[in-house]
């Protein structure tokens, strides 16, 4: 399962051109004629948040519709230039020397398409950490990032689109150094790995794996939040979920994806523009 790409290669190349010539300040504000435009021609994606919105039970409206374009232009803003300018960003981390002391053990952190989760690992410069995704990104935009001169060479992205066999591998060599393996928990690429928990009061598909991944290794599970709060300004908050290896692997795994969309779905209500997961998430077959 894959979403369609917004953007193109020379628009993102344009506006970091900006950013490198005028600073941050000038490139947050364009963002909202860049959403206006989106706003006037992404009618798929106002569709799916329409759904989105009434199954939260929000309001929706044009207004609600160009903010949440816009917190997502301004993530994808922050996807490039945290990687260029980490010092420039200030992640305000709840509990921070207990999210440290579990992140330093390594094990599977459960992301989900929220907030600030495309800069997650630049929040983190002395982490391993590699993230699990189904690296979609237009050529153009793949390239412009893969060029751009990063601060911190520990980021590593395991990409879906290479293959079972290569990313077993990636994730079995990352946990056994200790590493850090970030997956995505709000979308399973296969259907294989969905499974259904209660979200919002309906039943809605989860990616079973990481869950899976964790019982099997015993490896320490996290989920965690990357919430926007202002320019350049996450808040992060985590969860610890532990499960009993000596109850039987299907009842653990749904108890643990249970509590982490519990978890999620807090973060939901209290960020609805946040979540960027485009498409009518609640449906089970989903076509995109």
Known sequence: MSTKQRGSGWSIKLVFTFY???????????????????????????????????????????RVYFEHLRHFAITMCDRFVSKVSPQDYTFEIANKEALMNHLHQGGILLLSHFGGWASAGNCFSDLKINIVMQESLIAPIKCIEDNLETKNPHLNI??????????????????????????????????????????????????????????????????????????????????????????HAEVEIHKAMQIYADFFASHVRAYPHQWFNLYPFWKEEVSL
């Open 20 to 62: 490198r010539l005028f600073g941050y300040t000038f490139i947050y504000y364009l963002m909202y004629p860049v959403t206006f435009f989106y706003f006037l021609v992404a009618g798929n994606v106002k569709e799916a948040l329409k759904d989105y919105y009434a199954h939260i039970n929000r309001p929706f409206n044009n």
């Open 158 to 247: 395991i990409d879906l689109s290479k293959g079972g066999v290569y990313v077993t591998m990636k994730i079995a060599s990352a946990l056994l150094n200790n590493e850090i393996v970030a997956m995505m928990a709000d979308r399973a690429t296969e259907a294989k790995n969905r499974e259904f928990v209660t979200f919002f009061g309906e039943k809605a598909a989860f990616n079973k794996n990481p869950f899976s991944i964790a019982y099997k290794t015993e490896k320490p599970l996290m989920g965690i939040a990357f919430s926007y709060q202002k320019p350049q300004h996450y808040r992060i908050e985590f969860i610890e979920i532990v499960m009993n290896k000596n109850n």
